[in-house]
C-alpha cells in the first residue's frame, strides 16, 4: 500500500475506482428499472415506431420479460464496453505509468463508465460502444463509411435522440479516421451524401410519424401479456413517452428550466476537474501537422458540441447529457490521435501536486445522475 500511495497513487485510484463502480452497481440494482424495462416490453407488433428495436429483438427470443433482464441486458453491454474501451486505450496510448494518469482521468471520469453504470439498461452506452468499435477497426474501405451508417440507423431505431446524442461522434470519428486518411472521392462522398439523408429521413419519420397508433389504454394492456409479472403495474408508468408529440417534450422541459439551471455550477465544477485532460487534448489538437486537420478537429468538436445544446433545449436530462457529450470527447481524442502530429505531446504529469488531487476528486465522485447533478 505504501508503494501505491507513494510511488504510484494513479494505481490505487484504478482500485478506488473498481470499487465505487460496484457499489453503484449495488445501488442500481436496488433502483426500480422504470424506463429501461419497458423498453424491452415495446416492439413493432402495432407497426413501425420509435424506440422499439431493443423490445423487438428482446421479443425473438422471450415471449415473457423479467425484470432481472434490464440489469442482464445492461451489465452485459457495459461489461463489453469497458473491455473494448480498455483495449482502445492500450492501443492508442499504451498502459505505461507515463499515461495512467490519462486513463483515470478518462476511465475513471464519473462522466463515463460510473455514470453508465448508474444509467444501466438505458440507451446511452449503445452509442458509446458502436463509436470505440469503429475506433477500433480499419477505416481505409468505402465499407468502413457504410458501416458507421448502419450503426448509426440501429442506434436511431434504438431512440431518435440519438441523432443529437452519439451520431455525430459517429460521424466525425469516419471523418478523421477515413476521410482524412484516404480523401475525398466520389465514391465515399457520394456514400456518406446518402447515409446523411437516409438518416436524416428516418428521423423524421420516428420522431413525427413513429407514435404508437392505438389508445394508450390497449397499448398498456399489450405490454402486460409481454411482462413476466404483470402485476408489477408501476414499471408501466412511462408508456406516455410513445404518445408525447416534440411540442409536449419541449414545453416539460423550458417549465424545468429554472430548476434545472441550479445544476450547471456544479457540471462547471465537474469539467473544471478534468483540466489535466483537457489540457492534453489541446495540446494534441495542437500538434497536429496539417492545418486543415485542425481547424477541421476544431469545427467537429463544435458541431458535436451543439447537438447537445439542443437537446438541452428539447429534453431535461441534463445530467446524462453533459456525461454524454464528454465521452463523445473522450473518444473523439482517441481520433485525433490517429492522425499526423507535427511533436510529441507530453502526457498529464502524474507527480504534480494538482493533477494529483484532481485525479483523487474525479475517482471518488461516483456518478453525475440522470436529471439533476448527482
Known amino acids: 500500500m505504501n508503494w501505491l500511495t507513494r510511488q504510484n497513487p494513479w494505481r490505487l485510484m484504478l482500485v478506488v475506482n473498481a470499487a465505487v463502480i460496484s457499489g453503484v452497481l449495488i445501488h442500481k440494482i436496488l433502483l426500480p428499472p422504470y424506463v429501461p424495462y419497458i423498453h424491452l416490453l415495446v416492439d413493432y407488433h402495432f407497426g413501425f415506431v420509435k424506440r422499439a428495436l431493443i423490445g423487438a429483438i428482446v421479443a425473438l427470443f422471450a415471449q415473457k420479460v423479467p425484470v432481472w433482464l434490464v440489469f442482464a441486458l445492461g451489465a452485459a453491454t457495459w461489461l463489453v464496453t469497458a473491455g473494448l474501451f480498455v483495449k482502445l486505450f492500450r492501443r492508442t496510448f499504451g498502459f505505461d505509468d507515463a499515461h495512467l494518469p490519462l486513463f483515470v482521468f478518462i476511465a475513471g471520469s464519473p462522466f463515463f463508465l460510473k455514470n453508465f453504470m448508474h444509467t444501466l439498461g438505458h440507451f446511452d452506452i449503445y452509442g458509446c460502444l458502436f463509436a470505440i468499435v469503429l475506433l477500433l477497426i480499419p477505416a481505409r474501405s468505402i465499407g468502413y463509411v457504410l458501416l458507421a451508417a448502419a450503426f448509426s440507423i440501429v442506434l436511431i431505431l434504438i431512440h431518435h435522440i440519438h441523432l443529437l446524442m452519439y451520431v455525430p461522434t459517429i460521424a466525425v470519428i469516419a471523418l478523421l479516421r477515413h476521410y482524412l486518411a484516404v480523401g475525398f472521392d466520389r465514391s465515399n462522398l457520394i456514400v456518406g451524401t446518402i447515409s446523411i439523408l437516409a438518416l436524416g429521413a428516418l428521423f423524421f419519420v420516428l420522431q413525427f410519424l413513429g407514435t404508437m397508433p392505438i389508445p394508450e389504454a390497449e397499448f398498456v394492456a399489450y405490454l402486460k ?150
Open 225 to 374: 401479456t409481454r411482462m413476466a409479472d404483470p402485476s408489477r403495474t408501476d414499471l408501466l408508468g412511462f408508456s406516455y413517452i410513445w404518445y408525447q408529440p416534440l411540442a409536449k417534450e419541449i414545453s416539460d422541459t423550458w417549465a424545468r428550466l429554472p430548476s434545472n439551471l441550479l445544476g450547471l455550477p456544479v457540471f462547471a465544477l465537474l469539467i473544471w476537474l478534468h483540466t489535466p485532460l483537457w489540457r492534453y487534448f489541446a495540446d494534441l489538437v495542437r500538434s497536429l501537422t496539417d492545418d486543415t486537420h485542425r481547424r477541421i478537429v476544431v469545427v467537429s468538436i463544435a458541431g458535436v458540441t451543439m447537438g447537445y445544446l439542443i437537446m438541452f433545449a428539447i429534453v431535461f436530462d441534463y445530467s446524462r447529457w453533459i456525461s454524454n457529450w464528454a465521452v463523445c470527447l473522450f473518444l473523439i481524442l482517441h481520433a485525433i490521435k490517429t492522425l499526423p502530429s507535427a511533436q510529441a505531446v507530453l502526457p498529464i504529469k502524474g507527480a504534480d501536486r494538482k493533477p494529483n488531487i484532481f485525479g483523487w476528486i474525479v475517482t471518488l465522485i461516483p456518478r453525475v445522475g440522470v436529471i439533476r447533478p448527482f
